[in-house]
């Protein structure tokens, strides 16, 4: 639409296609040529166009104009999570790189899905199941520890004792605790763990600890069905 309007802010009055869009635009209705309008206005880049068509030249850069709108759609985005506390996770490991650090890792397609899940804050832990059955904040802890700690992304990455054996190797093998200003800054730790250069040993470790806890799980449920 964009680049069609330019043409016609080029273009003599008297041709008909010039005609008809100032036609369609005086209209009061919703018309493409409103639509096209609007998304400059949006932008910020109306007033400037206007202006530029009345010398008869007009053009619109339109990569400038997607810019504009990732950016906005970001701010709104970022700007209605903070009133919703099922994205405490995201707010806390979000970076706008994300989307391509995730796409041109080589990581298996589970893998790919565990981090995801893990940094907007769906991976199915304590945290985010007892939504589902609207069990209290404070009851949905870790059953597979005795620590009785909400059974969040930071707990199942970093503290969970019954996950401690597979933890210690990675953090043995990685020195990631080396290169953090803070090692008791849980999210600085976390975004470290899963930055573009230790991403892919990561998503393994993810899957292993994921794997794990699973395991744990089930085991648990079968000695609790057996007592029974």
């Not at 010039?18 to 910020?44: C, G």
């Not at 005795?146 to 990685?174: G, M, T, V």
């Not at 080396?178 to 899963?194: A, G, W």
């Not at 573009?196 to 609790?224: G, I, P, V």
Request: aromatic share 10%; proline share 2%; with cysteine.
């Amino acid at each position: 639409m964009i680049r069609y309007r330019n043409r016609l802010a080029s273009m003599k009055d008297d041709r008909l296609p010039k005609i008809v869009y100032n036609w369609e635009k005086s209209l009061n209705i919703d018309s493409w040529s409103k639509s096209v309008d609007f998304i400059l206005s949006y932008v910020n880049m109306l007033d400037d166009t206007l202006a530029r068509e009345e010398e008869k030249m007009c053009h619109v850069d339109l990569d400038v104009v997607k810019s504009r709108l990732l950016k906005i759609c970001r701010e709104k985005c970022w700007t209605s999570s903070l009133d919703m506390a099922k994205l405490c996770t995201y707010r806390e490991l979000f970076d706008e790189q994300d989307h391509m650090i995730i796409v041109y890792t080589n990581l298996t397609r589970r893998q790919r899905s565990l981090v995801v899940k893990l940094k907007i804050g769906i991976l199915p832990l304590g945290v985010e199941v007892g939504r589902f059955t609207n069990k209290p904040l404070e009851e949905r802890i870790c059953h597979i520890c005795d620590d009785a700690l909400l059974d969040n992304e930071f707990h199942f990455l970093l503290y969970c004792e019954a996950l401690k054996p597979i933890r210690s190797k990675y953090f043995e093998e990685y020195n990631y605790l080396d290169d953090c200003t803070d090692p008791t800054d849980k999210v600085e730790l976390c975004k470290l763990m899963l930055n573009s250069h230790n991403l892919k040993h990561t998503a393994r470790f993810l899957e292993s600890m994921f794997d794990e806890r699973m395991r744990l799980l089930y085991a648990k449920k079968s000695d609790e069905e057996g007592e029974e």
